[in-house]
């Protein structure tokens, strides 16, 4: 492979008029990777992954994707929000063929793959239901199968289970990595949630408060695939979770105007 990295963040400054957003943020993505990054609330994370999408352009510093510095909105990029963006007068096999229409796959495969996703993510009998019909976490899986039905080599999701329930979180936590293994895609993940963030992840990223920079990294070396459940019962866990716990609330002594306080990260 010529580029050994999916993409590079080089020393990017973003800021909204005035306001500091990021400072000489660097970091490197690799192939198939799952980064996750956390951190104090107003830090910049959201911000990176517009700036990654396209949707923004960096003050300063460099976005490359596959060797190539963005400029526009780069193909191939899939991103998901907390809340989902079903449409909501759609089904969910019409909400998934959004993603193939987006992706551009041959109009003659639509009916097949879309049954095949559906399938994939255990949607079968729900295929004529309406997003208000669903729970949270079957719209997000319905939000997960469009991401999927456009075929992107990069998944930038942010805070994508911020909103559900801690069961169905953990849920939908085990499918994303069932996905992930199967595709072995590039992910960026965004989250408030710790033990997520390590339950999932290669490496974790800590940033600090506004503006925001990468304060810390911690490698994830627990043996995959991860049983949810399991993971989180073993010593080293534990241990990287009160690791990066501590640095965010460092991280938080650090950003005196962060408007939520103590409390959040």
Not at 44 to 61: C, D, F, N, V
Not at 138 to 150: C, F, I, K, P, T
Not at 194 to 221: C, H, N, Q
């Amino acid at each position: 492979m010529s580029n050994p990295h999916k993409a590079q963040i080089e020393r990017v400054d973003m800021d909204y008029g005035r306001l500091p957003v990021l400072r000489d943020v660097s970091l490197a993505l690799g192939h198939g990777e799952f980064i996750s990054i956390v951190g104090p609330s107003g830090c910049g994370k959201s911000t990176l992954l517009k700036l990654i999408s396209g949707l923004e352009r960096p003050a300063k510093g460099r976005i490359i994707l596959d060797g190539e510095e963005v400029r526009g909105t780069p193909p191939k990029v899939g991103f998901m929000f907390q809340r989902d963006t079903l449409l909501p007068w759609a089904t969910v096999a019409q909400n998934i063929a959004v993603g193939l229409e987006l992706g551009g796959i041959a109009q003659e495969r639509h009916a097949e793959r879309t049954a095949e996703l559906i399938g994939f993510l255990g949607l079968g009998g729900f295929e004529s239901n309406y997003p208000a019909t669903l729970s949270g976490g079957m719209r997000q899986r319905v939000s997960l199968g469009r991401l999927l039905a456009y075929e992107p080599d990069l998944y930038l999701m942010d805070e994508p289970f911020g909103a559900l329930d801690a069961q169905t979180k953990m849920s939908m936590g085990r499918e994303l990595l069932r996905i992930w293994s199967t595709y072995r895609r590039s992910v960026v993940f965004v989250t408030h949630d710790i033990e997520e963030a390590v339950s999932l992840s290669d490496r974790v990223l800590v940033m600090s408060g506004r503006p925001g920079r990468i304060k810390a990294e911690y490698r994830v070396d627990l043996p995959r695939p991860r049983d949810f459940r399991k993971t989180r019962l073993l010593a080293e866990f534990r241990e990287l979770c009160e690791a990066i716990w501590d640095d965010i609330m460092g991280a938080e002594a650090d950003a005196p105007d962060n408007p939520h306080g103590h409390g959040s990260y």
